[in-house]
């Protein structure tokens, strides 16, 4: 596979700004969209709407289908070992929430502990903050080191036996270092501690094995991976998932109603209460598969590590650049890279590149320990696709260098 | 230059660079020669809330003139604020109030930032406005009218009215409304019945000023009779505690005759501000 040919797919990457050709930098922000999602979610809405698992209607029987089979394809996609374990929900923050929420009725005392790590997105670390108040547990950040590696020593001496959960980011939004996360895991079940898994990222540029990892739960979106917005998935441990709670109450959820007791539904729609979003969950079907099918190329997956290496390496080698997340091994990197510029400001040389046509990311990124930790206010991201080329790595490299001159 | 004449000029100025990277670049260049602010000011009160990188704002009044200062750690956002500056610094409170800061739209700057630097330009241009509105002249202080003693005796009852409801406003950091604290330093009611109030704060900086401020236009335009209240906030002379009135000092349990002038219960009183 070329890729020009993957550009094809993205109706996006033809747009221009300012008169300039897009080069879209934002990718761990949100992906573009792939045509074959477009349409079939166009498709979806417009032949075969009807709410899914309700009516005995051939529309209902397809928008049931469709949504179902999306559940095997998930099943596959993550190696899961039954499809009971894969919920659906709106995303990677709503997937967390679950846990945090449901975990937390089911298994957390007061005085536990829960463990995240320093370099987590504000959507790892809030739920736990909402669950350690309501249940009187303690949430205890492990520090990342100044390459952005996690300190997996110090993350060991943390577990005690009142650790009762870690939630861990497979590869960070702003360090994009690749967590050994079945290390992690590893290490964990020896001390007898479940893992979260946040693949927001890691699904995008590693994907998931969660037997051979065998994490306790990982969550993912499917708008980074090319999905509609609104898409999201949960995976669980189908004996953790039966024993907790449900988390909202509506209808799906249930098995028989009435006023003195209800019921409720066996895995995974004792998770999906409501009207779910039949609409859009099946464009992770050709999602994943590209993803899949980019990720067993070796043609494209050694260009995409050309461009990775040669932004890596510009980056590098700019001794006014601060990279943060610097790999021992590339292959430790996902394409995300945040950096600061001595003297000047983040926002500015954002602002400036926008002009010139291209898309990065400046701020805090949601993760302000992160930003903490490293003693700056914000900083500039630019987070790759397999359709981003080499040459808009040498258009973003060149235009940062001009922008700089501009702000000196 | 009049106001009209300066804004005209920056629009021109802009209007040469075609090319947004360019408009920049001129902004970058404003930015850089933006008159120095100490750093000793860079406090929170003078924080502009809304600006996704940091800006401060600070003013000082001379000759009922509005001057202005600030800063920012991003040099695109302190060339705009530059830019703001070069327009309406020295003007009067009353031509900044009643401008419609319309040739930010002339110039397209809005529409061209990000939604976040944008609100951040709403934001700037809210904090002149406001530091102008609290600076305005009153209508009623201006013309010189003279009061015949008819006008008087029918104003009389009314001003006391404002004094009551000047003392339903309190300090929010003493516990004593804000006439007995001395805080009120000119009360005039003119035909129109309109009044004109010029006060202070205990201290610069307060939090809390513009509810405070809204507190007294808020509890003086309820006073029956009164068509309009107009407020200048000033900080000269400063406010000290000699201005308390007696019954103040008696509430606080302050004796300004005492030598050591120390409250009798001291502990009551720390934080408060007075020492
Ligand atoms: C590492 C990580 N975790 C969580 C999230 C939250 O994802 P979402 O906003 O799709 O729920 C993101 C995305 O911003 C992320 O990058």
Not at chain 1, 46 to 54: E, G, L, S, V
Not at chain 1, 318 to 341: E, N, Q, W
Not at chain 2, 99 to 117: A, C, H, M, W, Y
Not at chain 2, 241 to 254: D, H, N, V
Request: hydrophobic share 40%.
């Amino acid at each position: 596979m070329k890729v020009e040919d993957i550009r094809k797919m993205f109706p996006a990457l033809d747009a221009s700004v300012y008169g300039k050709p897009l080069v879209y930098f934002d990718n761990a922000a949100t992906a573009q969209r792939m045509d074959k999602v477009l349409s079939l979610m166009g498709d979806l809405s417009a032949y075969h709407n009807a709410n899914i698992h309700r009516a005995v209607h051939k529309l209902a029987g397809d928008a049931t289908d469709a949504y179902e089979k999306t559940r095997d394809l998930v099943k596959e996609f993550l190696n899961a070992s039954s499809r009971e374990e894969i919920v659906f929900t709106s995303g990677t923050t709503a997937s967390i929430n679950l846990v945090a929420f449901c975990f937390g009725e089911a298994f957390i005392r007061e005085g536990d502990e829960i463990l995240v790590s320093e370099a987590e997105h504000h959507s790892n670390i809030v739920p736990w903050q909402l669950m350690c108040q309501r249940k009187k547990a303690v949430l205890k950040p492990v520090p990342v080191d100044d390459d952005g590696y996690l300190r997996l020593d110090v993350l060991e001496n943390m577990i005690s036996s009142r650790t009762k959960l870690v939630a861990i980011t497979q590869i960070s939004n702003v360090l994009g270092i690749i967590n050994p996360v079945k290390e992690i895991v590893n290490i964990c079940h020896s001390k007898g501690c479940k893992v979260l898994i946040d693949g927001a990222q890691g699904v995008v540029h590693s994907g998931i094995d969660v037997q051979d990892v065998d994490c306790d739960f990982y969550a993912f979106s499917g708008h980074k991976l090319y999905a509609a917005t609104g898409t999201g998935v949960l995976y669980g441990k189908k004996e953790l998932l039966e024993e907790m709670p449900p988390y909202m109450g509506g209808g799906e959820m249930i098995g028989t109603v009435s006023f003195k007791e209800t019921t409720f539904a066996p895995l995974p729609e004792k998770f999906e209460a409501g009207t779910q979003n039949f609409n859009a969950v099946p464009t992770l079907g050709p999602a994943m598969e590209f993803a899949r099918s980019v990720a067993s190329d070796s043609e494209i997956v050694s260009y995409n590590e050309k461009v990775r290496d040669y932004l890596l390496e510009a980056l590098l080698s700019d001794d006014r650049i601060r990279l943060f997340g610097v790999p021992h091994r590339t292959i430790d990197k996902a394409p995300v890279f945040s950096f600061a510029m001595k003297g000047v400001h983040h926002e500015d040389l954002a602002l400036i590149l926008d002009k010139m046509g291209i898309a990065v990311r400046s701020g805090q990124m949601c993760a302000e320990p992160v930003m903490d930790r490293f003693g700056v206010t914000g900083m500039l991201r630019a987070s790759i696709a397999p359709y981003n080329t080499l040459e808009e790595a040498e258009y973003f490299i060149k235009s940062l260098e001009k922008a700089a001159a501009m702000l000196a | 230059m009049t106001l009209e004449e300066k804004k005209a000029e920056v629009i021109d100025d802009f209007s040469m660079y075609e090319e947004w990277l360019d408009k920049y670049e001129y902004l970058i260049e404003l930015g850089k020669n933006l008159e120095a602010y100490p750093e000793s000011e860079k406090t929170d009160d003078k924080l502009i809330k809304g600006c996704q990188s940091r800006v401060w704002l600070d003013y000082k009044v001379e000759d009922g003139k509005l001057f202005f200062r600030a800063d920012s750690d991003a040099i695109i956002t302190k060339g705009i604020i530059s830019l703001l500056i070069s327009v309406y610094s020295g003007r009067t409170a009353d031509e900044i109030a009643s401008d419609d800061f319309g040739f930010i739209e002339n110039i397209g700057l809005k529409e061209n930032l990000s939604p976040t630097r944008a609100n951040g330009l709403v934001s700037m241009i809210n904090t002149i406005k406001a530091a102008a509105e609290a600076n305005r002249k009153s209508a009623a202080k201006e013309d010189d009218e003279v009061l015949s003693a008819d006008d008087v005796k029918a104003l009389a009852p009314m001003y006391e009215n404002v004094v009551l409801a000047l003392k339903q406003v309190y300090d929010p950091e003493i516990p004593v409304n804000i006439y007995d604290l001395g805080l009120i330093y000119e009360l005039n009611i003119n035909k129109a019945r309109e009044v004109y109030i010029k006060m202070t704060f205990t201290a610069p900086n307060c939090p809390m000023a513009d509810e405070v401020l809204n507190d007294v236009k808020v509890s003086v335009e309820d006073v029956p009779g009164v068509t309009g209240v107009k407020i200048d906030l000033v900080f000269e002379p400063v406010w000290d505690r000699s201005m308390l009135s007696e019954e103040a000092r008696l509430e606080l349990g302050i004796d300004l005759d005492d030598e050591n002038s120390e409250p009798s219960e001291p502990t009551e009183y720390d934080g408060y501000g007075l020492h």
